[in-house]
């Protein structure tokens, strides 16, 4: 029985889309898609990087954890990293912890596409 894939790329002309398919990021699927964002990032340098969240229902800390780490190791290379259709538990958790302010969040692409990066 095959499992199904934590993440897969949504073509895009002007960014790299990750629709994050697992409803739970536990250690298993949060390494897992820390080793596919990076891979895919590295085959399409420059482009901003949004990872769709529309499918997570539950982010621990481990996730939370990683999508900062990524965020500041991109931001190193001025690259960006967004966060689109966050579900509101998982919004909260980022603005009570203060991750808003290191993590990019947006409602949808476009909001992405037309914002210039945050600083």
């Known amino acids: ?10 073509p895009h002309d002007e960014a790299l889309i990750i629709d994050v398919q ?8 949060t390494r897992e898609l ?4 990076l891979g895919e990032a ?3 340098p420059g482009v901003p990087i949004v990872l769709d969240l529309a499918k997570v229902r539950f982010a621990p800390s481990v996730a ?3 999508l900062v780490q990524m965020s500041k190791s991109f931001s190193f290379e001025k690259r960006r990293i967004a966060l689109i259709n966050v579900h509101k538990r998982i919004t909260d958790t980022i ?3 203060q991750l808003h302010r290191i993590l990019e969040l947006h409602h949808k ?3 992405v596409i037309k914002s210039k990066p945050a600083k």
């Open 109 to 111: 692409l476009e909001d």
């Open 42 to 44: 590295g085959m399409r």
């Open 34 to 37: 820390v080793d596919f964002v």
């Open 64 to 66: 939370l954890g990683a």
């Open 95 to 97: 603005r009570v912890t």
């Open 1 to 10: 029985m095959d499992q199904p894939t934590t993440a897969a790329v949504v």
């Open 22 to 29: 697992s409803k739970s990021l536990d250690e298993a699927a």
